[in-house]
């Protein structure tokens, strides 16, 4: 069974490299977008910290150790992250109208906010060897948004680009509706990562412990 869950971290993590490669094209190929830009999407840093997550576990798998709760809260937060920028990219989708219209959105993108996030619910759920998170770990998941904001929001205005249009006071209307946007957010990661450490206390089905097999 171990080596059934070292194949899919790895099919993942393939997964999301050539997705982010994907991305990518609007600064390698078509030169449409800025790399500093491009590495400023919240999605795209949550994605890049699930590919060294997934490089980590995959060497855990290997070298047949027991996972320590530390892991298993990287594991929770970077799940959260990414679930959050799945939900998030739905409710640009809907702001846009292009709800409708999901034929047009880029196959990189559905991978990085729908598959990926999917894959990394399900592997947070699943896999054995997770351990029992303290309901602290809801509130430390704020950090790196809480740091991701501040940087945002410092950086807009100089080079006169947000990655978020609900960031950009000028759409919101005044950095006033941005906070009340920002807190929405916070709420919505508190409760996915609450959720998670719940579920973190829940038994992993019966397929033995990773590092048993």
């Known amino acids: 069974m171990r080596i059934l869950f070292i194949v899919l971290r790895l099919a993942a993590l393939v997964t999301t490299v050539s997705a982010l490669v994907s991305r990518a094209d609007c600064v390698f190929t ?17 994605n890049l910290a699930f590919v060294a997550l997934l490089l ?18 990287v594991r929770a937060l ?3 992250y990414l679930i959050v920028s799945g939900i998030t990219f739905v409710f640009l989708i809907v702001n846009a109208g292009l709800a ?12 990085l906010h729908f598959v990926v996030p999917a894959y990394a619910l399900v592997d947070f759920l699943l896999v054995p060897g ?3 998170l303290h ?20 950086r807009g205005p100089a080079v006169g680009w947000y990655p978020y249009i609900f960031l950009d006071p000028q759409w919101a209307g005044s950095y006033s509706a941005v906070a009340v946007y920002a807190a929405i957010l ?7 990562s609450f959720a998670l450490t719940a579920a973190s206390r829940l038994p992993t089905p019966g397929f033995g412990r990773l590092r048993d097999r």
């Open 186 to 192: 916070a709420g919505l990661i508190v409760a996915v």
């Open 130 to 132: 997770r351990r029992r």
């Open 30 to 46: 078509t030169g449409s977008c800025r790399a500093s830009n491009l590495l400023s999407y919240f999605t795209v840093e949550s």
């Open 100 to 111: 409708n219209y999901g034929f047009l959105i880029p196959t990189s993108e559905k991978v």
């Open 135 to 154: 309901w602290g770990t809801a509130l430390i998941s704020l950090g790196f948004p809480l740091l991701y904001g501040i940087y945002t929001l410092v």
């Open 78 to 80: 970077v799940t959260t």
């Open 56 to 73: 980590y576990l995959l060497f855990h798998a290997i070298t047949k150790r027991a996972e320590d709760e530390r892991l298993t809260s």
